[in-house]
């Protein structure tokens, strides 16, 4: 009895335990949601909400970000909320929410291990929509010029790819005809030297002596590809420590709703045997009242 009674006290200070620890991990996300909310809502505030499609959230990085703001911040409740309070539902909304998030990232590590084609492709097809809409959106632009200046490459495949786009075009009228962006640059020395935005002009034409002069003549795809290849093993370590932290939360979560689920159960039982224990003792008193009444009838009689 004495042996059972401690580890009840011991499973007890480990539900307490790891009910602190999952409050402490998804409050961090909490916050963590509410940055990305507040950033990706003052950047598409600087541009407008108007017009907005569903295909936004996939193209339009301040959308995006509001979208994974929302879906972290309503993680991060559940998951405080329910490991605090104790809610039941709360915690099973957070693990099936988890379980999906898992569920992709496994999919997504799937592929990139056994389809780097189908990733490569789907990645291409990315690069190519962003070159072709690189003056529609000002957030798209940072995000080609970041890729291009951070791996210094230059279009998809090869320079060239950025005739795609209306403006850079050889046949277009633009000023920019027959160029790259100032990403596609090769950094020049000195660290203080004032970035030239005009770098990229005409290399693309044929006909002028800049044809491919100063720029990158890598492709970002393939600069992309090496990175990834290159650093295979830390990519896959990186994924899968993130996959299994993830489903150590997903465990602590499950655990701790069972646990309140059992607890819930053993006081609605404890309950009903509190009310029969109730109701059995009301019947003997009544029944002790008839047995003293009619010794009382008997005695008077």
């Not at 997504?108 to 929509?129: P, S, Y």
């Not at 075009?169 to 935005?197: D, H, K, L, M, Y």
């Not at 830390?234 to 689920?261: K, M, P, Y």
Request: charged share 20%; proline share 1%.
């Amino acid at each position: 009895m004495a042996s059972n009674s401690h580890f009840k006290s011991q499973m007890g200070v480990w539900n307490l335990l790891l009910k602190f620890l999952l409050f402490l991990i998804n409050f961090g996300i909490w916050v963590l949601g509410l940055l990305l909310l507040a950033v990706g809502i003052y950047v598409q505030f600087e541009k407008t909400f108007s017009d907005l499609q569903l295909d936004d959230v996939l193209t339009n990085p301040a959308i995006a970000l509001i979208v994974a703001g929302v879906l972290l911040c309503i993680i991060g409740f559940c998951g405080c909320v329910g490991a605090l309070r104790e809610v039941f539902f709360l915690l099973i909304i957070y693990a099936v929410l988890l379980s999906i998030i898992v569920l992709i990232e496994v999919a997504i590590v799937t592929l990139f291990i056994v389809e780097r084609d189908t990733l490569d492709n789907a990645v291409e097809k990315g690069l190519q929509f962003y070159i072709t809409n690189y003056y529609d959106d000002v957030d798209l632009q940072n995000i080609i010029d970041s890729l291009q200046t951070t791996f210094n490459c230059c279009g998809v495949v090869e320079p060239s790819d950025w005739e795609e786009n209306i403006y850079f075009n050889c046949s277009s009228i633009a000023f920019q005809r027959c160029s790259v962006p100032f990403s596609c640059c090769n950094p020049e020395e000195g660290s203080n030297v004032v970035i030239n935005v005009q770098c990229g002009y005409r290399t693309l034409s044929l006909t002028e002596g800049r044809y491919l002069l100063n720029i990158h003549s890598e492709g970002c795809l393939t600069t992309f590809t090496s990175f990834i290849t290159n650093n295979y093993y830390l990519v896959i370590g990186v994924a899968g420590g993130l996959i299994l932290f993830q489903v150590i939360n997903l465990c602590i979560s499950l655990w701790l709703a069972i646990d309140i689920n059992r607890e819930k159960k053993l006081i609605k039982v404890l309950k009903q045997k509190e009310k029969q224990e109730k109701h059995m003792q009301r019947e003997k008193d009544i029944e002790m009242r008839r047995e003293e009444q009619f010794t009382r009838f008997h005695n008077l009689s």
